[in-house]
């Protein structure tokens, strides 16, 4: 049910992404080092806050112990992508605050947005018509198709760590990939939230909309990244004259499957750690 007014901290929101900007036009420190954990703030509260207008609910306001739960699983999941690129040498940050507290403290604070970010943009697009079915809903996934991509998802996450750095620079595609395939059949058998089981019912909306907010959410992240002071510079070996601000255009492609695995790593977690279970 639709809100009668505009939520405050929609305004907040707003206000915070406007004066970042501003400062950041100015170069005013810090913000021009924390600018991007700054600008998804901003950007999370006004879309939970037009999310809740819309709909009369929200992450950040009726499910508010799972958003900061969402905050930690967020940081903790983007590890293991930072444990992988300690391999595959796909990325770099420059312009890191030398105090080792300040540091720290963008790191967390840019892991944590990443989730919500995704999220909140996929309720967005969700809330404002976006809606995929299918007239078929009889479809079941055998049990050895979840059997076998649980096997590739392995494969795949395996193969980058087992080649040479000088190989396996080239692979990270396997990863956006590998979490999707291994994760997704294991939420589908403990009851959790699963593109798999969507598939199965005709429902295609959350898989759209996700790939929807990755290729949004990938193009916000490169481009406040691009005027940041503290930033990531890739160092993906293609394309590296085809750039769309620090990131080769066919390096946007990654930003889809990553938006799909964030979901079903959240709600792996979520499952695993809390026994959480979504309605």
């Known amino acids: 049910m639709k809100n009668k007014r505009f939520p405050v ?6 206000f915070i992404l406007i004066l970042g900007g501003v400062l950041l036009i100015l170069r005013v420190r810090p913000v021009t080092i924390f600018f991007t954990p700054i ?16 709909t009369g609910k929200s992450l950040m306001v009726h499910r508010t112990g799972e958003f900061f ?13 930072e444990a992988y690129n300690v391999h595959i040498r796909n ?23 990443i989730f919500p970010g995704i999220f909140e943009t996929s309720d967005l697009l969700e809330s404002i ?12 996934i055998p049990r050895f198709m979840l059997i076998l991509l649980i096997v590739i998802g392995l494969v795949f996450l395996l193969v980058p760590l087992l080649l040479s750095w000088q190989s396996a620079q080239y692979l990270a595609i396997l990863i956006w990939l590998g979490f999707i395939f291994l994760l997704d059949p294991i939420n589908y058998w403990t009851g959790t939230r699963s593109i798999l089981k969507d598939i199965e019912k005709g429902r295609f909306t959350k898989l759209v909309s996700l790939m929807t907010a990755g290729l949004i959410c990938g193009f916000l992240w490169e481009f406040w990244n691009f005027w940041a002071e503290s930033r990531w510079i890739y160092d993906v070996p293609i394309c ?7 990131m080769v255009l066919p390096g946007y492609i990654g930003f889809v499957p990553f938006a799909v695995e964030c979901y079903l790593m959240y709600y792996f977690c979520m499952r695993i750690l809390f026994r959480y279970t979504p309605d």
């Open 91 to 113: 990325w770099h940050y420059e312009g890191l605050p030398e105090q080792i507290g300040l540091r720290w403290l963008g790191y967390g604070w840019s892991f944590a947005t």
């Open 39 to 54: 600008a998804w703030t901003g950007y999370i509260l006004l879309t939970d806050s037009v999310v809740n207008y819309r």
């Open 69 to 81: 739960a969402m905050l930690l699983l967020s940081i903790l999941c983007w590890l293991i992508f």
């Open 240 to 246: 590296q004259n085809i750039k769309l601000f620090e």
């Open 9 to 14: 901290y929609g305004f907040v929101g707003l």
């Open 129 to 140: 018509g976006l809606k995929v079915q299918s007239a078929s809903r009889n479809f079941k």
